[in-house]
T-cell receptor
Framework: KAGVTQTPRYLIKTRGQQVTLSCSPI?????VSWYQQTPGQGLQFLFE???????NKGNFPGRFSGRQFSNSRSEMNVSTLELGDSALYLC?????????????FGPGTRLLVL | EDQVTQSPEALRLQEGESSSLNCSYT??????LFWYRQDPGKGPEFLFT???AGEEKEKERLKATLTKKESFLHITAPKPEDSATYLC??????????FGSGTQLTVLP
């Protein structure tokens, strides 16, 4: 079975721009969660989508948004980029929703904001 | 608020020298405790899920155990390829994964 895929793998943007990241979950998985990973804050939960509905959201500003399509693929958008948004953005999929389901992570998208 | 503390932050072992990594947690209504391994520049790789105190799981040289307050990841006779950052996470009534900061393991040949 193919794993979670994320595109693009690397991105360079400038402050004020916006960015869209894409995630394709493992086949059959209906839940997709997004995380931000930085050296200072570690892995932090952004949001979870299941059946095209946002199920939960972490403590991030409204500039961070997402959506899920009927085929379970998900996109994450960050508007008005700030330098502090530079991070590894990870997508994880699971068959069912949190809290008990095991999540499987993709390779991540490395975003650098200049 | 769910919290996860991992110790030590970094651990250097000689090949074959067994040791344990600790994950202490506070969570409202534990639903699962998860261990992942992460190599530099890659996404976390799933290792184990533990659901209740007393549960143990093994995979090759790794064994994970769970009590009501902490989990241990025991590494028996490690090899250099076991070098990675090991992450612990919990999920509970907040319906999200809360991760610890990880233990960076280096196994020297």
């Amino acid at each position: 079975k193919a794993g979670v895929t994320q595109t693009p793998r690397y991105l360079i943007k400038t402050r004020g721009q916006q960015v869209t990241l894409s995630c394709s979950p493992i086949s059959g998985h209906r839940s997709v969660s997004w995380y931000q990973q930085t050296p200072g804050q570690g892995l932090q939960f952004l949001f979870e989508y299941f059946s095209e509905t946002q199920r939960n959201k972490g403590n991030f500003p409204g500039r961070f948004s997402g959506r899920q399509f009927s085929n379970s693929r998900s996109e994450m958008n960050v508007s008005t980029l700030e330098l502090g948004d530079s991070a590894l953005y990870l997508c994880a999929s699971s068959f069912g929703t949190l809290p008990q389901e095991t999540q499987y992570f993709g390779p991540g998208t490395r975003l650098l904001v200049l | 608020e769910d919290q996860v503390t991992q110790s030590p932050e970094a651990l250097r072992l000689q090949e074959g020298e067994s040791s344990s990594l600790n994950c202490s947690y506070t969570v409202s209504g534990l639903r699962g405790l998860f261990w992942y391994r992460q190599d530099p520049g890659k996404g976390p790789e799933f290792l184990f899920t533990l659901y209740s105190a007393g549960e143990e799981k093994e995979k090759e040289r790794l064994k994970a155990t769970l009590t009501k307050k902490e989990s241990f990841l025991h590494i028996t006779a490690p090899k250099p390829e076991d070098s990675a950052t090991y992450l612990c996470a919990v999920s509970g009534s907040a319906r999200q994964l809360t991760f610890g900061s990880g233990t960076q393991l280096t196994v020297l040949p």
